[in-house]
């Protein structure tokens, strides 16, 4: 991905080489030396339409030539070069010090005049000028290119988050939608458990050993369907839960402790997480309520518990701790892996809107021997978790061994003072805890 940093690095490099078209041999000779002796490669062409091949042939950067020339005039000259490539720099010469050509020159977009005799400080000023020009020209070229390169990568990020949340939003509606038939499932099996039961307690049925031990069997199978039709519901509880969280905007106190358990559970219901990580969880017992929005922690919470996983995905250690804790001011909550950890120069970047390291990788690659591969990052988590926690007075602060691991703290007041357009909904203690 391209950063601004990258953006910004000019690579302007001019060629010098220099086309020189002047009827007049002995200035043709003389300028020709002064420029070769500057490490010019110096093109000669003793009339206009010589030149002009040479040009099309060369297509040197920088042309000088004579204002006055027999077949044809230096001003057609100049606007006919100029339509072969406008970006093309042509500096005019004249023996005569006309004023009046002068000035057509320069409307004609000449970049320089000079009058003969030509000295060798005014050749070189003409030059150089000619020459930043042609840097800021290709430095402006490089920026735009740059610029659209990044914004096609931008974009295609974006129409991926696009497309996750449209997944997402759909995909909450679906789960809603699984509550019904599974409620079918669970209320028939329960139906079966009951009749199997009565069945065994018949008496016909109870003096049959055989019989009995099969209905045990029947019941036990019909409970294991049970039991997940129940898992199942509690997977669906948890993402509806959540998803309708998320959606609340109001500042009411929280249970971090609360918010973190649902927040596994959540992550739970992913089998990769569930029989690949191994989490530790130490939860501060006595951690006051902290009046937040739930969106907000959920969402920092969220992008760290990810951020934490996807470090880990190459490591041979998979472990994820979580911790909270208070001091006298702050409440905090850490979130600490075992994953690739972050490079010395990068941890001033991690925060910075859009800076990622995650590149898509295709699951087609054969040499692939990850169980999960890296989906591609918007560099966004960090920077918005950042402005969130900010925003209620409290910061994110990080520490990282690369090879070892990372440790993300989140620190927020115990009594936040977050700006005051939004209130506190009436008649909400607590939104955290079922
Ligand atoms: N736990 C972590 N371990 C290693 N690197 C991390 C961790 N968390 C964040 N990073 C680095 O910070 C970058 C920015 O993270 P983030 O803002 O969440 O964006 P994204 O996850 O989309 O790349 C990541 O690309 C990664 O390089
Ligand atoms: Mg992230």
């Given at each position: 991905?391209l950063?601004?940093?990258?953006?910004?690095?000019p690579i302007?490099?001019?060629?010098?080489?220099i086309?020189?078209?002047?009827d007049?041999?002995?200035i043709?000779?003389?300028?020709?030396?002064?420029?070769?002796?500057?490490?010019?490669?110096?093109?000669?062409?003793q009339?206009a339409?010589?030149g002009?091949q040479?040009?099309?042939?060369e297509?040197?950067?920088?042309?000088?030539?004579?204002?006055?020339?027999?077949?044809?005039?230096?001003?057609?000259?100049l606007?006919k070069?100029?339509?072969?490539?406008?970006?093309?720099?042509v500096?005019m010469?004249?023996?005569?010090?006309?004023?009046?050509?002068?000035?057509?020159?320069?409307?004609?977009?000449?970049?320089?005049?000079l009058a003969?005799?030509?000295?060798?400080q005014?050749?070189f000023?003409?030059i150089k000028?000619?020459?930043?020009?042609?840097k800021?020209?290709?430095?402006?070229?490089?920026?735009?290119?740059?610029?659209?390169?990044a914004?096609?990568?931008?974009?295609?990020?974006?129409?991926?988050?696009?497309?996750?949340?449209?997944?997402?939003s759909r995909?909450?509606g679906?789960?809603?939608?699984?509550?019904?038939p599974?409620?079918?499932?669970?209320?028939?099996?329960?139906?079966?458990?009951?009749?199997?039961?009565?069945?065994?307690?018949m008496?016909?049925?109870?003096?049959?050993?055989?019989?009995?031990?099969?209905l045990?069997?029947?019941?036990?199978?019909?409970?294991?369907i049970?039991k997940?039709?129940?898992?199942i519901?509690?997977?669906?509880?948890?993402?509806?839960?959540?998803?309708?969280?998320?959606?609340?905007?109001y500042?009411?106190?929280?249970?971090?402790?609360?918010?973190?358990?649902?927040?596994?559970?959540f992550?739970?219901?992913?089998?990769?997480?569930k029989h690949?990580?191994k989490?530790s969880?130490?939860?501060?017992p006595?951690l006051?309520?902290?009046k937040?929005?739930?969106?907000?922690?959920?969402q920092v919470?969220?992008?760290?518990?990810?951020?934490?996983?996807?470090?880990?995905?190459?490591?041979?250690?998979?472990?994820?701790?979580?911790?909270?804790?208070q001091?006298e001011?702050?409440?905090?909550?850490?979130?600490q892996?075992?994953?690739?950890g972050?490079?010395?120069k990068?941890?001033?970047?991690?925060?910075?809107?859009h800076f990622?390291?995650?590149?898509?990788?295709?699951?087609?690659?054969?040499?692939?021997?990850r169980?999960r591969?890296?989906?591609g990052g918007?560099?966004l988590?960090l920077?918005?978790?950042?402005?969130?926690?900010q925003w209620?007075g409290?910061?994110?602060?990080?520490?990282?061994k690369?090879?070892?691991?990372?440790e993300?703290?989140?620190?927020?007041?115990k009594?936040?003072?977050?700006?005051?357009?939004?209130?506190?909904?009436?008649?909400?203690?607590?939104?955290?805890?079922?």
């Open positions: 991905m950063i601004a940093q990258d953006i910004i690095r302007a490099k001019v060629q010098k080489k086309l020189l078209i002047d007049d041999r002995f043709l000779h003389s300028l020709g030396e002064m420029l070769s002796m500057k490490g010019y490669q110096v093109i000669k062409a009339s339409e010589e002009l040479h040009f099309k042939r297509r040197p950067p920088i042309v000088m030539a004579d204002i006055m020339m027999p077949d044809m005039d230096g001003l057609e000259l606007q070069i100029r339509r072969i490539n406008a970006d093309t720099e500096i010469i004249t023996a005569y010090d006309r004023a009046d050509l002068a000035i057509e020159a320069m409307h004609l977009q000449a970049a320089d005049f003969k005799p030509i000295r060798p005014q050749l000023t003409a000028r000619a020459e930043e020009r042609i800021n020209k290709i430095k402006t070229t490089q920026y735009i290119s740059r610029l659209e390169e914004l096609e990568d931008r974009t295609q990020r974006l129409i991926q988050a696009e497309k996750q949340a449209a997944i997402g995909v909450a679906i789960i809603h939608n699984l509550s019904t599974l409620a079918v499932v669970s209320s028939r099996a329960e139906y079966l458990a009951t009749k199997l039961k009565e069945l065994k307690s008496p016909q049925v109870e003096q049959n050993p055989t019989l009995q031990e099969d045990d069997k029947r019941i036990s199978e019909v409970n294991v049970l997940n039709a129940q898992k519901a509690a997977i669906i509880d948890t993402i509806m839960t959540k998803s309708y969280r998320e959606h609340q905007e500042l009411a106190p929280l249970d971090i402790n609360q918010l973190v358990l649902d927040e596994l559970e992550f739970q219901s992913d089998l990769y997480f690949n990580i989490l969880k130490h939860l501060d006595n006051p309520k902290v937040v929005i739930y969106s907000h922690l959920s919470l969220d992008n760290l518990l990810k951020n934490a996983i996807e470090a880990m995905y190459d490591s041979p250690t998979k472990e994820l701790t979580i911790t909270t804790g001091d001011q702050n409440v905090w909550i850490k979130v892996d075992t994953g690739c972050i490079p010395a990068n941890l001033k970047k991690i925060f910075t809107p990622t390291t995650k590149h898509y990788q295709k699951p087609s690659q054969p040499s692939e021997k169980e591969l890296q989906e918007i560099g988590g920077s918005a978790s950042l402005s969130l926690i209620y409290g910061t994110i602060l990080v520490k990282s690369l090879g070892e691991g990372s993300f703290t989140v620190v927020i007041p009594n936040p003072n977050p700006p005051p357009e939004i209130k506190a909904a009436p008649d909400i203690e607590a939104v955290a805890g079922r």
